[in-house]
Every structure is written in C-alpha cells, then in structure tokens.
C-alpha cells in the first residue's frame, strides 16, 4: 500500500522576543527567508502538525524538529547562537516507510534497507558510516549519533547522494527515526 497525504492545517506562530512577546509571524506553509516578515525570532508555538526549522535561510544551517508545542526560549534548548531564518512544513504521511542507507557516497558500499526505526545503525547493521540514502516511503528524521541524539537532519521522499556536498561533510548519521503521523 503507498502511502496518502491528507489536508491539515498546519500552523507555527513565530514571535520575534522570549516567552511569545514582540512583533510575530504566523506561517502554514514552508518560509525560505524569515528575515522579510521579522528581523528576528526568538520563541515559537505550533498551533498544529510538524515542522523543521533552519538557523540559515533557504533551509540550510542547522536544523531542528518541532511538533505541536509551546517554545518560549527554544535558542537555549537548542544551543542555537542565532535565532530560525528559515521553516518548512512536514506534510503529514500515514502508509509504509522504505529508506536505503548507504555507506558511501552515490550509494556505494553496504546497503540495508529501513522500514522502522534504527537507534543505531552500528549495533543494527555493523556500518560505521552514512553517506548517502534513497527515501522511498515516509519522512524521516536522521540524527548525529545512536539513540535519536545530536544534530538532525529531515529526510523527504528522494534521492540524497550525497551529504558531503550537502553541507554535511562533517557530519556522520548513526541513527534514523521515522515522523510518524501520531506525532501531528
């Protein structure tokens, strides 16, 4: 069975001060530059579903997953210097998930297939290494190190030959998560 999208009116309040003060900005779809709506952003509440924010516009920089919540000083949680420049909406997905890991870059080298969670692709598959990977079903969330900790980064349906040239040279993926829809 492939899987389906459904309408959902997903909503995140950015605010340009701590604790949801200042000027804000309410988005319900992706934003490449926040910087043309507010100088800055400090907090923020998701109304409703999932979104990945950037510390950099056009969705570079670091990233951060955010679900329905309240986030008053998210910059401390984080450890964020500089505040989101940059958001895009997870659409919601109820179906399978298929992802293929790779241990080199352009798919080379061992490959496993994922329908599940991995908390550790080492102690799962004896691969050090995540170069690059083909999502096939589902949206995904990758993580810096084992048990879903560290940096992350979101996986959409597609082909990633690459993490290196994407700006994740320094970067290793030890673990990867599925966005499931119970999260909305």
């Known amino acids: 069975l492939h899987g389906e999208r459904w309408g959902c009116c997903s909503r995140i309040i950015f605010y340009e001060d701590r604790n949801f003060?200042?000027?804000?900005y309410e988005c319900m779809s992706d934003c490449a530059?926040?910087?043309s709506y507010m100088s800055r952003c400090h907090s923020c509440r998701v109304e409703s579903g999932c979104f990945m924010v950037y510390d950099r516009p056009n969705y570079m920089?670091?990233?951060y997953f955010f679900?329905?919540?309240e986030y008053g000083?998210?910059?401390s949680m984080m450890g964020w210097r500089?505040?989101?420049r940059s958001c895009r909406m997870i659409p919601m997905y109820r179906g399978s998930y298929r992802m293929r890991i790779y241990e080199r870059e352009n798919f080379g080298g061992q490959m496993y297939e994922m329908m599940d969670d991995c908390d550790s692709i080492m102690d799962r598959y004896r691969m050090s290494d995540c170069m690059s990977c083909h999502v096939?079903?589902?949206h995904w969330l990758m993580y810096e190190h084992p048990h879903y900790r560290g940096r992350m980064m979101y996986m959409r349906p597609g082909e990633y030959r690459s993490f290196r040239e994407m700006g994740y040279g320094g970067m290793r993926f030890m673990s990867m998560?599925?966005?499931m829809d119970s999260w909305y």
């Open 21 to 24: 003060m200042g000027r804000h």
């Open 33 to 35: 530059d926040m910087h």
């Open 61 to 63: 920089g670091n990233q």
């Open 67 to 69: 679900r329905r919540g």
């Open 73 to 75: 000083d998210y910059m």
């Open 82 to 84: 500089d505040s989101i």
């Open 136 to 138: 096939m079903d589902g």
């Open 177 to 179: 998560r599925r966005i």
